[in-house]
């Protein structure tokens, strides 16, 4: 029961991005990829969820490879990712955002729903239900792109920067959510992230990303405390 992520490479056109990626995903785990800009980590997500084409190496969950699959595929197989600045249907309410996310759960699911736990946690999404999407505030932004993910019922969740924009504050807050939505949905969570700090304490491990490769992995909190962490991504001297 994981998801498998083997010598992946991938790009655009003759740039070659990410040289041979490799990193696994469990159930009930919530990982980061930590790394600065142009690392990869969009390109990584972007793979994985099926948006860009594998160049060569490997995916695979318990049910085998979905390296070939669409990205429609992978999201009903529960492969289902929040992509960078969130990319909600801006004219939609939050409720109608959130349904289009149900109806990626076909044929998975059962049991108590997911959304009304998250919902019940943080009740500034039913609040806005009935409002436009494009008239939230990004950190009410991120939280509906999460509820809608939830709602396609994931058993792996992708979430490409969730701090995009956000204050200090939001982004802690948002990780919240993110904690809980491990928690209620069982999901292994793939957290992507240039804030390093925060994400690796939410995390359980970690990689870090460079030029589109992975320079080092382990425990997040052994991450967290290494000088070579400190230095390149936490802003210590
Ligand atoms: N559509 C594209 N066409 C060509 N090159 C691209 C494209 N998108 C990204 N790149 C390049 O791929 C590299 C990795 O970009 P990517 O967006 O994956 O980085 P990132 O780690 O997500 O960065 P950020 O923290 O800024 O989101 C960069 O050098 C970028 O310029
Ligand atoms: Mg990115």
Redesign the pocket.
């Known amino acids: 029961m994981t998801l498998v992520v083997e010598n992946v490479e991938s790009?655009?056109?003759r740039?070659s991005?990410l040289a041979g990626v490799s990193l696994s995903l469990e159930p009930g785990e919530l990982v980061a990829v930590v790394?600065?800009?142009?690392?990869?980590?969009?390109?990584?997500v972007?793979t994985i969820s099926g948006l860009l084409p594998l160049r060569a190496g490997g995916l695979r969950d318990e049910s085998g490879s979905f390296a070939r699959a669409s990205a429609t595929r992978r999201a009903r197989r529960g492969v289902v990712m929040v992509p960078?600045g969130r990319k909600l249907f801006p004219r939609l309410t939050v409720g109608e955002n959130v349904a289009l996310g149900r109806r990626a759960s076909r044929g998975r699911g059962g049991g108590a729903d997911p959304v009304e736990a998250l919902l019940d946690a943080f009740p500034i999404v039913r609040e806005r239900w009935n409002q436009q999407a494009s008239l939230l505030s990004g950190g009410e932004q991120q939280m509906v792109a999460l509820t809608r993910a939830v709602a396609a019922r994931p058993r792996y969740l992708l979430l490409?920067?969730p701090s995009l924009g956000l204050s200090p504050l939001k982004t802690l807050e948002v990780f919240e959510l993110i904690e809980l939505v491990r928690e209620r949905t069982g999901a292994g969570v793939l957290l992507?992230e240039?804030m390093a700090d925060q994400a690796l304490a939410a995390a359980d491990r970690a990689y870090v990303?460079e030029h589109?490769a992975i320079v080092m992995e382990g425990d997040a909190a052994t991450l967290r405390a290494s000088d070579d962490v400190r230095r390149a991504y936490l802003g210590a001297h």
Not at 35 to 44: D, I, P, Q
């Open positions: 790009g655009y056109d740039a991005i790394g600065s800009n142009g690392a990869g980590k969009t390109t990584l972007r960078e490409d920067e992507v240039q990303l589109g």
